[in-house]
């Protein structure tokens, strides 16, 4: 996936000086520009401007935490199949867009000059990104938008997103919109997974018309498609892959809702870019704003941010509290 580098395009020098490799723009899969962050113990992270889509995370023994199809196709106008596509300004087919919205396959640009952060990001590996609609997006969703998203890497190596999404309409209106963070995470077999944190929960089950269901059970654990958005879910989800003997943890802020999607042997093979079987080695929990809306009126801007970490488990030895897990900071 690497390639030729490219010239820096002007991005902002805080982020880039001292250490070359903190942050690089080079050319990925059929000539995409790419930006990858390393952090000095190793980790890293792949960002394409394509879709402002996170393609790859990985640990500091350079193990890939995130799912990518062998069959994605990095070519407009499709999204690429895996890692963490951005849904905006639609979720699924909950409107009269495509599905997902058009974030995910516009050309996003750098920003280097992003808006301070309230609190400083801590490393130096992260990349500020911005879309702004064309005047073919106009036509389709007639709003002036700024979608500002940094992707930054923590010194620890946490994947850490934060999509800042303002109103710069000049007509008075507002604008509503759903959005997720599409995570495909990589698990060894989809049958010894289990999410914490959504138990006891409503949910829309998508595969139902989306009618309103409660969540039964202890924990989720997976035997056929499934494709729920759980609703006023907790800030802390976890992902626990026994095999693996690894917990993936997410921690979200203005992101009520959890999709959980996984699309068994049927629908992968009716997947044009996703192998027959990819289906047991994945696993989508994305953290969202659905149910309700958000609306922006102009000049507002809304903040959702979601932060992913990987851990190892002591699962596998009934050691796991998983409360601990969602508990713990
Ligand atoms: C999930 C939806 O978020 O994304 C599913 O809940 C959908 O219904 C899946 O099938 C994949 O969508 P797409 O457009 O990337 O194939």
């Not at 389709?140 to 500002?148: A, G, K, L, V």
């Not at 989720?220 to 976890?238: C, H, M, N, Q, R």
């Not at 289906?279 to 992913?308: D, F």
Request: aromatic share 10%; net charge negative.
């Amino acid at each position: 996936m690497s390639g030729e580098k490219l010239p820096p395009q002007g991005v902002a020098a805080a982020n880039t000086s001292g250490s070359a490799s903190a942050v690089e723009f080079c050319k990925g899969v059929n000539g995409l520009e790419k930006v990858v962050l390393r952090e000095p113990r190793g980790t890293s992270a792949e960002v394409y401007l394509y879709g402002g889509h996170v393609t790859s995370w990985k640990n500091d023994h350079g193990e890939e935490l995130l799912f990518v199809s062998s069959k994605a196709i990095f070519k407009p106008p499709k999204a690429i199949r895996g890692g963490i596509p951005i849904c905006f300004p639609q979720f699924g087919g909950l409107g009269s867009l495509e599905q997902h919205g058009f974030a995910r396959n516009r050309f996003w640009i750098v920003d280097t000059d992003p808006p301070p952060f309230p609190v400083p990001t801590s490393s130096r590996a992260y990349v500020d990104l911005l879309l702004k609609p064309s005047e073919e997006d106009l036509k389709i969703w007639p709003h002036s938008y700024e979608f500002r998203l940094r992707v930054a890497l923590s010194p620890g190596g946490d994947l850490m997103l934060t999509s800042r999404i303002r109103n710069t309409n000049t007509d008075g209106k507002a604008f509503s919109f759903t959005f997720a963070y599409h995570t495909y995470f990589s698990v060894s077999d989809i049958s010894e997974v289990r999410v914490e944190g959504l138990e006891t929960l409503d949910y829309l089950d998508n595969l139902q018309n989306r009618e309103r269901f409660t969540e039964q059970g202890d924990a989720i654990t997976f035997e056929s498609e499934v494709d729920k958005i759980y609703l006023s879910t907790p800030t802390k989800i976890a992902i626990l892959d026994h095999e693996k003997k690894r917990t993936f943890v997410m921690r979200k802020e203005g992101l009520p809702d959890a999709v959980v999607w996984n699309p068994w042997d049927k629908k992968a093979k009716a997947m044009a870019d996703f192998g027959d079987d990819e289906y047991k080695h994945m696993l989508c929990v994305e953290a969202a704003a659905i149910e309700k809306s958000i609306t922006l009126k102009p000049g507002e801007e809304w903040k959702g941010r979601q932060e992913l970490s990987a851990v190892p488990s002591s699962y596998c030895s009934g050691q796991l509290d998983p409360h601990k897990v969602l508990q713990g900071s």
